[in-house]
């Protein structure tokens, strides 16, 4: 875990210096690249005249944001057990609050296999458990 931080801020710090980088390359070209013959013109990139395409990082950096968002799309809204989980927090949270520390993790163990093996059988729609042990 500590390595995917380490990436991510590592990133993150560079990140600014080469955008700065790639934008000062992108004011090289001409803002009108593709509809404008630069040899008519009497424009070169010193000249007060010139506009640069500074504006081209960020439809570059939109596209890639988009190809990257495209297979993210693919994942499910939710994953498989996760209902599971939800139940288990909600069924300790209510323990914790009604028996106490040291009976709840047998008392949510038992009450969430009856709600995983309703929900497999039956339904996916969430289940109400009561909180009394049968």
């Known amino acids: 875990m500590l390595h995917f931080?380490?990436?991510?801020?590592?990133?993150?710090?560079?990140?600014?210096?080469?955008?700065?980088?790639?934008?000062?390359?992108?004011?090289?070209?001409?803002?009108?690249?593709?509809?404008?013959?630069?040899?008519?013109?009497?424009?070169?990139?010193?000249?007060?005249?010139w506009v640069g395409a500074w504006w081209l990082g960020f439809i570059i950096g939109g596209a890639i944001a988009f190809l990257v968002a495209v297979p993210i799309l693919g994942f499910p809204s939710e994953l498989p057990g996760e209902f599971i989980l939800i139940v288990r927090r909600a069924n300790?949270?209510?323990?914790?609050?009604?028996?106490?520390?040291?009976?709840?993790?047998?008392?949510?163990?038992?009450?969430?296999?009856?709600?995983?093996?309703?929900?497999?059988?039956i339904f996916w729609s969430p289940v109400k458990v009561s909180n009394q042990r049968p």
């Open 5 to 49: 931080a380490g990436i991510f801020y590592g990133l993150s710090a560079i990140g600014p210096g080469i955008g700065y980088m790639v934008g000062g390359a992108f004011l090289n070209i001409y803002t009108d690249f593709g509809s404008v013959n630069l040899s008519t013109l009497d424009l070169t990139p010193r000249d007060p005249g």
């Open 92 to 121: 300790l949270v209510r323990c914790l609050k009604t028996i106490g520390a040291l009976l709840c993790i047998h008392h949510v163990h038992f009450k969430t296999e009856a709600v995983e093996i309703q929900k497999e059988t």
